[in-house]
């Protein structure tokens, strides 16, 4: 090597060793020197001598060197500090080809020069390297400390492969040869790593998806609050029954005596000598008739939609429950609607409570309507015994002695 080579790979070393700061992991010595052993190689393959060897291994050590002042505009500071020692060292005519072939390294450039293409390539030999995985590492460390940009594992590979796939390419014939093979290699790697964290990635979107059914899905409730809503729902339906009943008694006794009526009574009405009969008949009737009345209304069943729909189950308007809000809906409907208020601990609850409430204001119903048609029962049979009574004493008293 000539003492003018000696004297560059000295300064960048320096250079670096001084002024790079630590955070620059991947763009460091290491990389540097990496690459000045790359650029030989294709050099030496690619047949460059003379002055254009100088220059290729010059741009390789001092291509680097502008990330100690900025991170944006580094090529062109690199190529500032190059010129800088290019000068000192009487070497102003090797300035335009270290230039070039400096700024040949950004992304955006497409070299020109056959020693541009050169150290353009070998700046990206780790693609083509067995070791990518390490590399590309160090340099997702170094934009996380320089830039504070984190990417996530998908991320990451995803920008690989988009780089290595349609962002990339060697540009010399012995690059193409030493390294596109290896580089296809890494690029079958970083898929079948997508697929991998993908996968993981699915897994775990699942797995919250889970957790966050469970979470809102009701947990099981106390034995008390269980025990308090099966007791007052079995004390509501047990004094339905219990009307239901008292109201078929009043029915069925009533319509004996409207039999009995129609066919003991009714008949010895046609005869004069009985129309004293007929007031106190018409009362004991009508009575009877009204109690009828009430005892069927107390037992009537009310009719309901039987329908709701999305928003009311989204809104919680509706009572899934109660059979009366549901029995025109297709099964597919109700199951879903059952799903969605299973998810929801204080709209099963909800629900639980209103049909409590709305089986006591039926009750209350019930029971009043029953008040009234006992009333009404024992107010018809006591007038109608007096109506009777009264008829009779008005009968014999104007009935004419033998």
Not at 17 to 32: D, G
């Amino acid at each position: 090597m000539s003492v003018f080579l000696e004297k560059a790979e000295s300064y960048a070393l320096d250079y670096l060793n001084n002024n790079l700061e630590k955070k620059f992991v991947y763009h460091s010595i290491a990389h540097t020197q990496r690459v000045v052993e790359k650029a030989k190689e294709l050099g030496e393959s690619e047949k460059i001598e003379g002055e254009d060897l100088e220059a290729l291994i010059v741009s390789a050590w001092f291509h680097d060197t502008g990330y100690s002042k900025s991170l944006t505009t580094h090529e062109e500071e690199s190529v500032g500090i190059a010129s800088e020692f290019l000068k000192k060292e009487g070497k102003e005519d090797l300035i335009p080809k270290v230039s070039e072939a400096i700024l040949a390294t950004r992304m955006s450039a497409i070299p020109e020069t056959l020693v541009g293409k050169v150290l353009r390539d070998a700046d990206c030999s780790h693609l083509g390297s067995k070791n990518y995985d390490e590399f590309s590492e160090l340099l997702r460390k170094e934009l996380e400390l320089t830039k504070n940009i984190n990417f996530s594992d998908s991320e990451w590979i995803a920008n690989n492969i988009s780089f290595l796939s349609s962002g990339h390419q060697f540009y010399t014939k012995s690059a193409i040869k030493s390294w596109e093979k290896q580089k296809g290699k890494n690029l079958a790697q970083l898929l079948k790593s997508e697929k991998k964290v993908n996968q993981e990635l699915s897994k775990m979107k699942q797995k919250k998806e889970e957790l966050a059914f469970k979470k809102n899905k009701i947990e099981l409730p106390e034995r008390g609050i269980e025990t308090m809503f099966r007791v007052a729902l079995r004390n509501h339906i047990t004094l339905s029954d219990i009307a239901d009943t008292k109201a078929n008694i009043l029915l069925s006794v009533n319509a004996i005596i409207i039999s009995m009526a129609l066919s003991t009574l009714i008949p010895k009405l046609d005869n004069p000598s009985n129309s004293y009969l007929v007031i106190p008949s018409i009362i004991f009737i009508v009575f009877t008739v009204v109690s009828i009345v009430l005892s069927i209304l107390a037992t009537r069943p009310n009719i309901t939609q039987g329908k709701f729909t999305k928003e009311d189950v989204a809104q919680k308007k509706v009572n899934l429950i109660f059979f009366g809000n549901f029995h025109k809906m297709s099964l597919s409907e109700f199951e879903w609607a059952m799903d969605e208020m299973l998810k929801d601990r204080d709209y099963l609850y909800g629900s639980l409570t209103k049909d409590l409430y709305f089986l006591g204001l039926v009750l209350n119903r019930k029971y009043n309507i029953l008040r009234t048609t006992y009333t009404v029962f024992m107010i018809g049979i006591i007038v109608s015994v007096i109506a009777f009574a009264v008829a009779f004493y008005i009968q014999g008293h104007t009935t004419p002695m033998g």
